[in-house]
């Protein structure tokens, strides 16, 4: 019987792969090296320049399959000269790992499919595992998970359900899972007015006043008192830009951005009726007239607690002690695309550090984490 998969020396190798987005950098080598080794149908998926690994142990189209996502690629370093140690460097110390990925999430990605090889070695389950793993996480998003999905759909692949690997915890291990997210909104704003002399403004239309009237009204609005598995949805003016030099000139336009993190008490569709209605009223009071563009990252998603939830949630609390918060907090992640395909769920390590410089995690976590990974696909398939 082959030596378990040590998940530290896993996570250790994958951090020397330089895998800044939208470089592979060996990353997705790696993994697929391991994985074939351990008997798992893999195939690049890559799509448009991005890398993306879809493996599968088991038979195509098998009654259960339980899934895995993840990513490699990671954000910059910034500063290199800040770091306390190589960012790829994968340095151990006083039981920490140090480097860029070490937290998200290299050491989610390497304790999965480390749960996963040493599972169907040691008890071939009945049914599938599927492990889908981008390098486009960090980056626009449209060529990585979204392409792994329809790659997928197109040759009848399927998980059951999925959890996905990014860290969760604020504080300490086991404290919180995610079992939705907020979706997400930025709408860019121009005002287009009449440039004139700041001492004849009844001779020009300031959209620099119809703007700032239209953020008011938007920031001073309630979008919701928060759901019943959500806080509030919130609204964030991000930036206000004329690129006026003159003090005595109206310039002729203006622009603004504002970011909408919201719950299911709305969808994307809705909020930009909103912001489009809101903006009609101004254009009526002021003669300034509005152009949106709106983007959108996600929608809002809550996998209902039941048996998924609970699966995964004692699993945790086997392993840790500890009973999950059931969260929608944070930000966005690549559940966004993979709630459209199975119920999903996402538990990782502690996210204390990741994005920073000094990115690190206790050792000890990243083997607990492949015992809780390995202990949910044990009662997955019992």
């Given at each position: 019987?082959?030596?378990?998969?040590?998940?530290?020396r896993?996570?250790?190798?994958?951090?020397?792969?330089?895998?800044?987005t939208?470089?592979?950098?060996?990353?997705l080598v790696?993994?697929?090296s391991?994985?074939?080794?351990?008997?798992?149908?893999?195939?690049?998926?890559?799509?448009?320049?991005?890398?993306?690994l879809?493996?599968?142990?088991g038979?195509?189209?098998?009654?259960?399959?339980?899934g895995?996502?993840?990513?490699?690629?990671?954000?910059?370093?910034?500063?290199?000269?800040?770091?306390?140690?190589?960012?790829?460097?994968?340095?151990?110390?006083?039981?920490?790992?140090?480097?860029r990925?070490?937290?998200?999430?290299?050491?989610?990605?390497?304790?999965?499919?480390?749960?996963?090889?040493?599972?169907?070695?040691?008890?071939?389950?009945?049914?599938?595992?599927?492990l889908?793993?981008?390098?486009?996480?960090?980056?626009p998003?449209?060529?990585?998970?979204?392409?792994?999905?329809?790659?997928?759909?197109?040759?009848?692949?399927?998980m059951?359900?999925?959890?996905v690997?990014?860290?969760?915890?604020?504080?300490?291990?086991?404290?919180?899972?995610?079992?939705?997210?907020?979706?997400?909104?930025?709408?860019?704003?121009?005002?287009?007015?009449?440039?004139?002399?700041?001492?004849?403004?009844?001779?020009?239309?300031?959209?620099?006043?119809?703007?700032?009237?239209?953020?008011?009204?938007?920031?001073?609005?309630?979008?919701?008192?928060?759901?019943?598995?959500?806080?509030?949805?919130?609204?964030?003016?991000?930036?206000?830009?004329?690129?006026?030099?003159a003090?005595n000139?109206?310039?002729a336009?203006?622009?603004?951005?504002?970011?909408?993190?919201?719950?299911?008490?709305?969808?994307?569709?809705?909020?930009?009726?909103?912001l489009?209605?809101?903006a009609?009223?101004?254009?009526?009071?002021?003669?300034?007239?509005?152009?949106?563009?709106?983007?959108?990252?996600?929608?809002?998603?809550l996998?209902?607690p039941?048996?998924?939830?609970?699966?995964v949630?004692?699993?945790?609390?086997?392993?840790?002690?500890?009973?999950?918060?059931?969260?929608?907090?944070?930000?966005t992640s690549?559940?966004?695309?993979v709630?459209?395909?199975?119920?999903?769920?996402?538990f990782?390590?502690v996210?204390?550090?990741?994005?920073?410089?000094?990115?690190?995690?206790?050792?000890?976590?990243?083997?607990?984490?492949?015992?809780?990974?390995?202990?949910?696909?044990?009662?997955?398939?019992a």
């Amino acid at each position: 019987m082959p030596e378990p998969v040590d998940p530290v020396r896993l996570t250790t190798d994958l951090i020397r792969c330089p895998s800044v987005t939208p470089e592979e950098g060996g990353a997705l080598v790696l993994l697929q090296s391991v994985l074939a080794e351990a008997g798992f149908d893999c195939h690049r998926v890559d799509r448009n320049g991005t890398p993306n690994l879809f493996a599968r142990w088991g038979r195509a189209g098998a009654n259960r399959s339980f899934g895995f996502n993840g990513h490699t690629d990671v954000v910059p370093v910034g500063d290199a000269a800040a770091w306390t140690h190589d960012p790829f460097g994968g340095e151990i110390l006083d039981g920490w790992l140090w480097g860029r990925g070490a937290t998200d999430m290299k050491s989610g990605v390497a304790a999965f499919v480390a749960a996963a090889v040493d599972f169907v070695r040691t008890t071939p389950p009945d049914g599938a595992i599927i492990l889908t793993i981008t390098g486009d996480e960090e980056g626009p998003g449209k060529d990585g998970t979204v392409a792994l999905l329809d790659w997928m759909a197109a040759r009848g692949e399927a998980m059951s359900v999925c959890l996905v690997g990014e860290p969760t915890c604020p504080d300490r291990m086991g404290d919180m899972m995610k079992i939705g997210r907020r979706g997400s909104l930025t709408a860019h704003v121009e005002a287009k007015g009449v440039q004139g002399h700041s001492a004849y403004p009844h001779r020009a239309k300031n959209p620099l006043h119809a703007i700032v009237r239209l953020l008011d009204r938007l920031a001073s609005h309630d979008l919701d008192a928060g759901t019943e598995h959500f806080d509030a949805s919130t609204l964030a003016i991000t930036t206000i830009d004329t690129g006026n030099p003159a003090g005595n000139v109206i310039p002729a336009r203006a622009r603004a951005t504002v970011n909408i993190r919201f719950n299911d008490a709305h969808s994307s569709a809705s909020l930009s009726d909103w912001l489009r209605a809101e903006a009609a009223k101004v254009e009526a009071e002021t003669g300034v007239t509005f152009a949106l563009d709106i983007q959108v990252s996600g929608e809002s998603f809550l996998t209902p607690p039941g048996e998924f939830v609970r699966l995964v949630a004692g699993s945790v609390k086997a392993e840790t002690g500890l009973d999950p918060a059931l969260s929608t907090s944070g930000g966005t992640s690549d559940a966004r695309f993979v709630k459209d395909h199975c119920p999903v769920v996402e538990f990782g390590l502690v996210g204390k550090t990741m994005h920073q410089v000094d990115e690190r995690v206790e050792v000890a976590q990243i083997a607990q984490l492949k015992a809780i990974y390995g202990r949910i696909l044990r009662d997955y398939f019992a």
